[in-house]
């Protein structure tokens, strides 16, 4: 039996407690490899071992799962005068981002719209859950940082904000 998505999440929260940096689990072909990058984001990999000839090295089929959401969904941007000041709304989790909830639907947010934590800016696909993300903090979209139907990684600033 492979590990369920709130299984893999409690394997995350211990790691990044702890001083582990990587953990593998293999069971039957899959395989979830845990790794922390250098500023202790986990990232989340399941392989499906695909097994070919011995003339070739083996090819692995990448699924990637949702990661918990970060306890801060904010960071100050470093960068120019004008948006050192700028905050960062950012995925919680590796997915396909949405900016509306359907193709024929206005999106959530843009450019000059408000919002609060409860806003829900957009929406991250993984593994066919389709996860409404809100702002977790109040302010005013200055820019979208990722195209609609992008793929985004754990951690990956999807909006500017400028504060209230």
């Known amino acids: 039996m492979m590990l369920k998505i709130q299984e893999i999440r409690e394997i995350i929260k211990l790691i990044d407690q702890s001083d582990i940096e990587e953990f593998s689990y293999e069971h039957e072909g899959s395989k979830v490899k845990l790794k922390k990058r250098t500023a202790n984001v986990p990232v989340v990999q399941q392989q499906p071992i695909v097994q070919q000839p011995a003339a070739q090295p083996p090819v692995q089929a990448v699924v990637e799962t949702s ?14 005068t004008n948006k050192e000041n700028y905050l960062q709304i950012v995925s919680p989790m590796v997915g396909t981002f949405y900016q509306s909830p359907s193709p024929d639907s206005p999106a959530y947010v843009q450019v000059g719209s408000q919002v609060s934590a ?11 859950l389709f996860n409404e993300i809100e702002a977790e903090l109040d302010g005013e979209i200055v820019e979208v940082l990722v195209k609609d139907g992008e793929l985004v990684e754990y951690g990956q600033p999807l909006f500017l904000v400028k504060p209230r």
């Open 67 to 80: 990661a918990p959401a970060p306890e801060k969904a904010e960071a100050k941007v470093e960068g120019t």
């Open 118 to 128: 409860d806003t829900v800016v957009c929406i991250v696909e993984a593994m066919k």
